[in-house]
Structures are given as C-alpha cells and as structure tokens.
C-alpha cells in the first residue's frame, strides 16, 4: 500500500474510490474527472432506481461502464467491489477520522433535506426524524460503518493483480496527491 506523499510513477487509467460515508467520495471523483478527463460514474446513481428501490440493472451497469478502458468510479456495493477492484489500476482509500467524516455526512444530509436535493432517480434525504426510527437513515448507516473498511482496503493489492491501493489519511494529504497527480498527467 502506498501513502500519499509517495511519488506517483504510474498514470492511473482506472480508479476506484473508497472510504465510507461522508469520507468525499463522489467530491474526489469529481475532481479527479476535471484532472484526468476520464468518464466517471456515481455508483449510487446505478444503484438506486425510483423511491429507494434497488435497480435489476445494477450489476451490468457496473460491469459495462468498467468495461472502458478508462475510468473513476467509487468503491463500494460489496457486489460489485470485485468486479471494480479486478479491473481498476488504482483504489484511492479515503481513510478519514470519524469525527471528520460524521461532520461531513451530517452536514450534506442536512442541506439535502433541507434543500429537496434531489440525489438519483428522483430520490431525496428521508426526513430527519427518522434518524430515530431507521436503522439504516444514512447517518446511522454513517456511524455503524465507519470502520467497515478499515480490514478490507489493506488486502486488495494481494488480492488482485496490478493493483495499486493509495492510503489518504486527511483532505490536506488528498489534496497533495492530487496535484502530484495533475503533474504525473501533464507529462
């Protein structure tokens, strides 16, 4: 596993990110899009369909979209973690404190629902109360799995070939790996 402030001799044409929920996976999708022009996909946007429904699609839209010879996509869907791991070049592991990652899925849920941000397929942030209620409203889901991957990430480089697995313990370590990155590309 490499840490960030290791040089980047490898231009990554796939990579998957990972880390829990409100670590900034899709924010670092995004601009590692803007870096690298590569398509990216919101894998909660394959996921769920109309009304928080599971969409039948789901695993052959992972399967197509990876299928490309370049691309960023989040890691997560134990389903289709292997698919995506098998293919990708590279897992950018956004290994956040809790507190940090707590503040920020607290925050976004808030402005969500707040808002009426629609998120995918007509779907928005379930009402606040139900936090007290749902065991899966997304900032318990948040809480009850914030080390989820912390047994899982460390083994994806033995387990498939080629792979490249780049531990990010903070946005400011993120941010360096990102410019070393956009340099990495432009040559």
């Known amino acids: ?12 044409q ?3 990110v990972a880390g829990t929920s409100g670590a900034g996976k899709t924010t670092l999708c995004t601009e590692l ?8 996909e ?17 695993d052959d839209d992972v ?9 960023i996509i989040e890691l997560q869907y134990r389903a289709v973690r292997p698919l ?9 592991w956004l290994d956040y404190a809790t507190p940090l990652k707590m503040q920020r899925l607290i925050r976004r849920t808030l402005s969500r629902r707040i808002r009426g941000t629609e998120l995918w397929n007509g779907n928005i942030e379930q009402p606040l109360s139900r936090i007290f209620t749902d065991r899966d409203h997304i900032i318990r889901w948040g809480w009850r799995t914030r080390n989820k991957l912390k047994p899982v990430i460390p083994t994806l480089e033995e387990r498939f070939e ?12 993120t941010k360096r790996w990102l410019q070393a990155l956009s340099d990495c590309m432009q040559q």
């Open 162 to 173: 080629g792979l490249t697995v780049v531990r990010l313990r903070s946005p400011r370590e």
């Open 84 to 92: 995506i791991a098998s293919r990708a070049d590279t897992v950018l």
């Open 1 to 12: 596993m490499r840490r960030a402030d290791e040089t980047i001799t490898w231009k990554p």
């Open 42 to 58: 919101e894998l909660d946007g394959l996921y769920w369909g109309p009304d928080w429904t599971p969409r039948e699609t789901f």
């Open 14 to 16: 796939r990579i998957a």
């Open 63 to 71: 399967e197509r979209f990876t299928a490309q010879p370049r691309w």
């Open 33 to 40: 899009e803007k870096i690298t022009g590569f398509p990216c």
